[in-house]
């Protein structure tokens, strides 16, 4: 039983689950689902904010979703930490193939520690995954309007076409690198 | 009862659903960059199932509170603004920058967060990174096409 607690969840539980996040946040607060609000957010408290964009009322329009981002952190602290999965995910054999012959040698854990481990930030790999990534995510999703939550589940939820085109964007994006880019990067 | 620890309880419930929402997502491996390589590269079932079903959720909820002309617990009418399309373009090349963002770091602003908790320290270049890239698109909107 304890157990239990430790192991991976498919995604038939996972995912109706994370579907049930938008009408629990509409019919609890008028709050529409979405995670990547939140870096605008954090500009707008600890950042200058010379343009309108990045100047507002935070802490009135942002808070209920700040404290939801600290969840979050916490969320992962549980889940990723103290109940962590001590096997290495169930990935399919030919992914990890793949991965293998790009040169990621560390299948435990949640992520690689080949890129994830601090020392790959002494290499311009770990730079261009880590720095060059991140900017592109939250550069990508305040252009977008929204991330994977906002517009793949909230925006997709309410049948929206600007987060069909957006998600299929995302997709668009992601393969071109996966198939072109980090090949380039191994 | 106070206004401000009104306001406190309120943000209680948010950080408390938002738990939930970390430990979901990290039980369901959506964090994983593993799980995003085999996602990118169709090899595995489980991040389309995850997202099937979530919408198999979502999308009847949504159109049931729509329909049903819900109120919030505050007694609110419920909206959803919608999303405008304009030209579009800001769908198109934010959302292929974005997937280019996703696919290096594995992660989407959501996992940004739950990785850090999951204590994966470099994991807190790509929040930094991605908390000025949204900062810089906010100095460059007014020249950017949407």
Not at chain 1, 10 to 31: C, D, S
Not at chain 2, 37 to 56: D, K, N, S
Request: overall charge positive; proline content about 6%.
């Amino acid at each position: 039983m304890i157990e239990l607690v430790y192991r991976p969840w498919p995604w038939w539980v996972a995912g109706p689950l994370i579907g049930l996040f938008v009408p629990i946040l509409l019919l609890l607060g008028n709050r529409l689902f979405g995670v990547s609000a939140n870096l605008r957010h954090i500009c707008a408290a600890t950042l200058p904010s010379p343009t309108e964009y990045l100047r507002y009322d935070w802490k009135g329009k942002g808070g209920w979703n700040l404290a939801f981002a600290g969840g979050i952190v916490l969320g992962g602290f549980l889940a990723g930490y103290v109940f962590a999965n001590p096997e290495p995910i169930a990935i399919a054999a030919a992914t990890q193939a793949d991965l293998s012959a790009l040169g990621i040698t560390d299948f435990e854990g949640l992520v690689p520690a080949d890129l994830f481990a601090i020392e790959a930030l002494s290499s311009l790999r770990g730079w261009i995954v880590l720095g060059l990534g991140g900017f592109l995510v939250g550069f990508g999703a305040a252009w977008a309007g929204g991330c994977t939550s906002g517009h793949g589940i909230a925006g997709l939820g309410d049948l929206q076409l600007p987060s069909l085109i957006a998600i299929a964007s995302f997709f668009v994006g992601g393969i071109a690198t996966t198939h072109l880019l980090l090949p380039l990067l191994f | 009862m106070t206004s401000s620890s009104n306001r406190a309880r309120g943000l209680l419930v948010y950080l408390v659903i938002g738990t939930l929402f970390g430990f979901l997502i990290t039980k369901g491996e959506v964090i994983s960059w593993f799980r995003i390589q085999e996602m990118f590269r169709f090899q595995g079932f489980h991040m389309y199932g995850i997202f099937a079903t979530a919408l198999a959720v979502a999308i009847p909820s949504v159109l049931l509170i729509k329909k049903g002309k819900l109120r919030s617990l505050d007694g609110e009418p419920i909206v959803i603004p919608p999303k405008v399309l304009g030209r579009g373009i800001r769908y198109v090349v934010g959302g292929l920058l974005f997937g280019v963002g996703w696919a290096l770091t594995g992660a989407c602003p959501g996992p940004l967060f739950a990785l850090l908790g999951a204590g994966i320290p470099a994991i807190g270049v790509a929040v930094i990174s991605a908390i000025l890239g949204t900062w810089s698109y906010g100095m460059l909107r007014s020249r950017l096409p949407h």
